[in-house]
């Protein structure tokens, strides 16, 4: 079985862009879960989906969105980048509420 | 609002010896819990988990305890080898949706 990959792993943009970060899930997992992870922090949950539809949201603004598309692979949108928003951004996946895989991750720098 | 809690950043153990990672949540209605390793430059990898029903779940040379009245959870590797040697978090949610991470543990074991 595939695990969950993540592109680009390093991305760097300039205040005030917008950038797309892509996950695709491990096979037969439809479930796909965001996390940013800031310096010397845990993972913050940013939002889960579940068969193309979020049902779960942490606590960031309306400028993070997402998608998930019918393969289950997903996408992370960052509009209005700000200097803050330089983390690592983690995608997991998971077939059950007990098996979550995560991926390497993208690095995002904002200048 | 830290609901999940490592408080020691790091810990150095001897090869051979009890590695002991400790985490507290304060959260009662969390009843599923993670325990995640992470290597530079790459994403979390799943070490250990237990449910609420359960106080000790074991993998080989990685025991999980956990104390519900106290809300705190341990992880135990014996022995430990240099190769542990990685950042450990410790996650935890309700029913396996949002996951609540602690800050993180760096254990170094020193050959």
């Known amino acids: 079985e595939t695990g969950v990959t993540q592109s680009p792993t390093h991305l760097i943009k300039t205040r005030g862009q917008q950038v797309t970060l892509r996950c695709s899930s491990q096979?037969?997992?439809?479930?796909v879960s965001w996390y940013q992870q800031a310096l010397g922090q845990g993972p913050q949950f940013i939002f889960q989906y579940y068969r193309e539809e979020e049902n779960g949201r942490g606590n960031f603004p309306p400028r993070f969105s997402g998608l998930q598309f019918p393969n289950y692979s997903s996408e992370l949108n960052v509009n209005a980048l700000e200097l803050d928003d330089s983390a690592l951004y983690l995608c997991?996946?998971?077939?059950?509420?007990?098996?979550?895989?995560f991926g390497s991750g993208t690095r995002l720098t904002v200048v | 609002d830290q609901q999940v809690k490592q408080n020691s950043p790091s810990l150095s153990v001897q090869e051979g010896r009890i590695s002991i990672l400790n985490c507290d949540y304060t959260?009662?209605?969390?009843?599923?819990f993670l325990w995640y390793k992470k290597y530079p430059a790459e994403g979390p990898t799943f070490l250990i988990s237990i449910s609420s029903i359960k106080d000790k779940n074991e993998d080989g040379r990685f025991t999980v305890f956990l104390n519900k009245s106290a809300k705190h959870l341990s992880l135990h590797i014996v022995p430990s080898q240099p190769g542990d040697s990685a950042v450990y978090f410790c996650a935890a949610s309700v029913a396996g949706n949002q996951f609540y991470f602690g800050t993180g543990t760096s254990l170094t074991v020193i050959p």
């Open positions: 959260n009662s209605m969390f009843d599923y």
């Open positions: 997991a996946s998971s077939s059950t509420a007990y098996g979550y895989t």
């Open positions: 096979s037969g997992h439809n479930t």
